[in-house]
């Protein structure tokens, strides 16, 4: 069936580095793509989201990247904070029903000070 | 209300009984969603509500899932005869409209969570 498919499950970075989080989907007429950030034993929050329409998105120290050709979009997280630590899914939505957000399995992010 | 609202926050219940988790989503927003999140894992999809009507089921992982929506507010997820498998965190969004759909307004799409309801069954 459809999915969503992010990589690393894991990511472990230095204070002040940066990290990246890949997603592929399988829906190619997918057209929306969002981040949420879920920190431990909260609900997840949007960060960040891109449509379809746009190849590149960002906000202060968060980019995100979509290739509609290749089906991959991308986060990008600049001079990280241990703030930053937490749970990122990525997320796309599927054709032929437009309320279906399908989320990938997560990304544990740990920035170490 | 200000946000997603779920209760209960805590269950806990013995095989086989049946239960009721209840969502109420931010005041004005059409589109409703449950998703499933098991200790340490990702977000599983269950179902979505377009005012009160589910276009896909195809989430609910067996038939003794239910869920449903009246007034275009408030809905309940049932879960019949629970089995351990069922022990997890049961979370509802809410949004403006569809997460997929092209809308005008910015932030329409986005989907706010409520906190979840911890189902534990033993």
């Known amino acids: 069936g459809e999915n969503v498919e992010q990589h690393p499950s894991t990511l472990s970075v230095q204070e002040g580095d940066s990290a990246v989080i890949k997603c592929t989907y399988s829906?190619?007429?997918?057209?929306?793509f969002p981040w949420y950030k879920q920190e431990l034993g909260k609900r997840p929050q949007l960060i960040i989201d891109i449509r379809s329409n746009v190849g590149e998105k960002k906000d202060q120290r968060i980019a995100v990247t979509l290739n509609k050709t290749a089906k991959h979009f991308s986060l990008h997280i600049t001079e990280t904070q241990p703030e930053d630590s937490a749970v990122y899914f990525c997320?796309?939505?599927?054709?032929?029903?437009?309320?279906?957000?399908?989320f990938g399995k997560g990304t544990k992010l740990s920035v170490k000070p | 209300g200000a946000g997603v609202s779920q209760s209960p926050s805590n269950k806990v219940t013995e095989k086989g009984k049946d239960v009721e988790l209840r969502c109420d989503p931010i005041?004005?927003?059409?589109?409703l969603y449950w998703y499933r999140q098991s200790l340490g894992q990702g977000l599983e999809f269950l179902i979505y509500f377009q005012g009160n009507s589910a276009p896909d089921k195809s989430g609910l992982p067996s038939d003794r899932f239910s869920a449903e929506r009246t007034g275009g507010s408030v809905s309940t997820l049932t879960i019949q005869r629970t089995q351990q498998e069922d022990s997890a965190v049961y979370l509802c969004a809410s949004s403006q409209g569809l997460a997929g759909a092209l809308l005008l307004s910015s932030g329409a799409n986005v989907l706010t969570f409520g906190a979840g309801s911890r189902l534990t069954v033993l």
């Open positions: 005041s004005g927003h059409t589109a």
């Open positions: 997320a796309a939505s599927l054709r032929g029903s437009q309320g279906n957000l399908i």
């Open positions: 829906d190619s007429a997918s057209n929306y």
